[in-house]
């Protein structure tokens, strides 16, 4: 399927309503093809929410730094 691009480069009103558009059909593809699967659609929504926040996380380095030292943290066990 193929994906339509940004009216143009750069900043403009609505252009993430057009960002959204542009996915939605390949999102639907992925639900509809999860569903046959075998998979909830609730859950299936809530995975891709998760993948969607996850892979933001990703790409802002400062931020998955950040998680990840905390996480580390969290982890090392108490001193007793």
């Not at 252009?15 to 699967?37: F, G, P």
């Not at 859950?43 to 929410?49: Q, R, T």
């Not at 933001?56 to 969290?74: F, G, Q, R």
């Amino acid at each position: 399927m193929m994906v339509i691009v940004p009216k143009r480069n750069g900043p403009y009103p609505d252009r993430e309503t057009d960002c959204q558009m542009a996915v939605e059909d390949l999102v639907l593809e992925i639900v509809d093809a999860a569903h046959l699967a075998g998979w909830g659609k609730a859950e299936i929504l809530a995975a891709i929410i998760d993948v969607a926040d996850n892979t933001s996380l990703a790409l802002d380095k400062t931020v998955a730094e950040s998680v990840k030292m905390h996480m580390s943290k969290l982890m090392k066990k108490p001193d007793v």
